[in-house]
């Protein structure tokens, strides 16, 4: 509830009752103000700040009834306290009832009655002012907070969106930049990774699609694992094959490194399962291609369906060199080989001929990795 005086609008046509009115009021901490006339109560309530209306009954020009009708008709003056004063009986104060006054007070004045009606509609008004501040603030709080829950819906189901299709780091990346420009089409060296499972097509075809699922979950669930640990950022699945990249969107410095070390965790880990596999009859193999080179990157697709993906003729390679390899090996092109400076352990195969390349390529098959410490040396 505020401090500021309570203000009176007092309303009679004889100047001496509204000194008298005033006398009483303005001592006891009251701000009084005046009109001697219905009209011009009228015309001085909307911007009066008044908290309470006393109104004589019987005036010249619009009396005190049709003041207060008046009154309980404009719109935000509906609970504005009205104290009627009345010169006569039960009848007035009837009508005054009916017109829709809150309180009586009767001439000659009684100070005390006065002041107890006045104060009491007050303190009732200030009650109410404080109630409908509260809601006004509370409906601003509603708004801002729809507003709010609105933004971060929005901003939710535009994550989701983008999870859905596009990989985690891209996710992250968009989200931290507020845009989406990291997005757009771009050229950068990155290092590719391709895999997929040996005698996958015969055993789908033999199999129920149950079981063919069974062994995907499986396998999937711990490819995804690998690639979330070695922040890899996954293009696509197409069933069995999945390709993943690395130093794009995210730069990576030691992208062949990750890459390949990926790779051996891969082919262990998918081996425990192909052991599981070959004990329920399924003869399921893995491997691995790895390449380095330039690709353009970006967002391709349509309109709420788009992938983040890498096109160039770094990607086949790595593809074509994970055809070529045997279960169970990780074929690497000679730049992996050479930029993973010692850590990548494994000896050349020679070069190869692969489809869609017009002269051969060499490529190394990676046996495991060295410890970092043995490498480097003291």
Known sequence: MTDDPITVLAVDDVPQNLRLLDAVLSPRGYHVITASSGEEALDLLPASGADLVLLDILMPGIDGYEVCRRIRSTPGLEFLPIVMITASGDQEKRRAIEAGADDFVSKPLDQGEL??????????????????????????????LEA????????????????????????????DSGEEHVLESHRREIVVVFCDL???????????????MGVLADYHAVLGELIHRFEGTLE???????????????????????????????????GDLADGWRRRGNDLGFGIGIAQGYATLGRIGFEGRSDY????????????????????QILVA???????????????????????????????????????EARTGP
């Open 198 to 212: 040996r005698g996958f097509t015969s055993f789908a075809e033999s199999s129920e699609p149950e079981e063919v």
């Open 309 to 328: 993906a890498a096109i160039g003729s770094v990607t086949n390679l790595a593809a074509r060199l994970c055809a070529a390899a045997e279960a169970g």
């Open 236 to 270: 696509r699945f197409t069933g069995d094959g999945l390709m993943v990249f690395f130093n794009d969107p995210m730069p990576c410095a030691d992208a062949p490194e990750r890459a390949v070390t990926m790779a051996v965790e891969m082919r262990d880990r998918v």
């Open 148 to 175: 709010r829950v609105r933004e971060q819906v929005d901003e939710l189901q535009r994550v989701n969106r983008l999870r859905r299709f596009l990989a985690p780091q891209v996710v992250d990346l968009v989200m």
């Open 115 to 144: 002041l107890a009606r006045v104060a009491s509609l007050a303190r009732i008004k200030r009650y109410h002012d404080t109630i409908e501040h509260q809601t006004a603030e509370l409906g601003e709080w509603n708004t801002r």
């Open 334 to 372: 000679q730049r992996v080989f050479s930029a993973t400076d010692g850590l990548a352990e494994g000896e050349m195969v020679g070069d190869l001929e692969l489809k869609g390349f017009s002269r051969p390529m060499r490529a190394f098959a990676v046996s495991g990795v060295r410890m970092r």
